[in-house]
């Protein structure tokens, strides 16, 4: 489920939060790590809750309809199908997934106003009015849930509840919206289909924590191999993200064989963009590519061959 873009993002926003409170021990931001990496999967999960919570209004939508003292022929019409096809009955009558979302109390989380208030406003989008009037088959239900999901995606109302319950949203949006997608998109849905997108292990702990542990402890690399590169620079007027990312970037070349050195440099410099200032991807670029330059004339950097 999460990318190694992503744990890179989540390593560098602890490895922020240590800088930014001194008392905060390698431990502590270790288990804030691992914390942030749960707690993209629970947002996942809290994603299709509220999908299918949505969806249940429906059912509350066609018991007004047909009790109505003169029904109109729209009112005689309207089906709750939006809940009762097969794909938000698969997740409704999986155990697994119900208690993970009792675990995580979403039911005392979220507002009943709330979703209701969500399914009132879709209930006037022409592509809902069409699909309960013109459905015919799973191809027309996988649709209309998929652009439920686009019209949450860009309610006001659906995202400031989202990002009050999880910090994270902003951040993990992508990687949540294409594991949510993939699940609506699912032909089967077997007893534990939801373990298909906990996040791998060889992602957030055999690269991610590892990152986080080697990067707490570079500081003495960083002394020796890129202080001398900052030459003009004074290092602690550096940004602090920049100086994280240079951190992270160095512990990858010195110590992830499998990660070749243009890959990592790039991917710092990219990040840059989205998290320091314009002028950071080529301050990380100028400095980096001197740094492994050295690093390499000195035979410090060991990368595996990749066999073609």
């Known amino acids: 489920m999460l990318s190694r873009r992503s744990v890179r993002i989540k390593v560098m926003q602890v ?13 502590e931001v270790l288990k804030l790590y691992n914390d942030s990496v749960n707690g993209t999967f629970d947002l996942f999960l809290l994603n299709l809750y509220l999908l299918i919570e949505i969806s249940r209004v429906s059912v509350e939508d066609e018991g007004k309809r047909v009790s109505k003292y003169i029904p109109t022929e729209d009112d005689r019409l309207f089906k709750s199908t939006l809940y009762n096809n097969d794909i938000i ?17 979403f039911s005392e989380k979220i507002d009943a106003d709330i979703i ?3 399914y009132r406003n879709f209930s006037q989008e022409k592509a809902y009015i069409d699909y309960w009037h013109y459905r015919k088959d799973l191809s027309d239900d996988r649709d209309i849930l998929l ?13 400031e509840k989202v990002e009050e319950l999880y910090y994270q949203w902003i951040s993990e ?4 919206i294409g594991s949510v997608k ?12 939801i373990n298909d997108y906990l996040p791998q ?7 991610g924590e590892q990152l986080l542990k080697y990067t707490m402890d570079i500081e003495p690399k960083l002394e020796e191999h890129v202080v001398p590169r900052l030459l003009k620079w004074d290092k602690d007027r550096i940004a602090v993200v920049d100086m994280v990312f240079i951190k992270m970037s160095l512990a990858e070349v010195l110590y992830f064989e499998t990660i070749p050195c243009n890959v990592t440099l790039n991917e710092y410099v990219e990040l840059s963009k ?14 980096m590519d001197k740094v492994i330059r050295d690093l390499k004339e000195k035979g410090l950097v060991q990368k595996q061959i990749r066999k073609k």
Do not use: M, P, W
């Not at 949006?173 to 949540?176: E, G, R």
């Open 173 to 176: 949006k992508s990687v949540v």
């Open 147 to 159: 652009e439920l999901y686009r019209f949450l995606r860009a309610s006001e109302v659906f995202n």
């Open 274 to 287: 989205d998290y320091s200032t314009d002028k950071s991807k080529e301050f990380i670029n100028g400095i």
């Open 116 to 118: 209701r208030k969500l």
């Open 15 to 27: 490895l922020y939060a240590q800088n930014r409170d001194k008392e905060l021990h390698d431990d």
């Open 201 to 207: 292990r060889e992602t957030t702990h055999d690269f």
């Open 89 to 105: 009955k698969s997740l409704v009558n999986n155990k697994l997934l119900k208690s993970k979302f009792d675990k995580l109390h």
């Open 182 to 193: 993939k699940v609506i998109k699912r032909n089967e849905f077997e007893d534990e289909f």
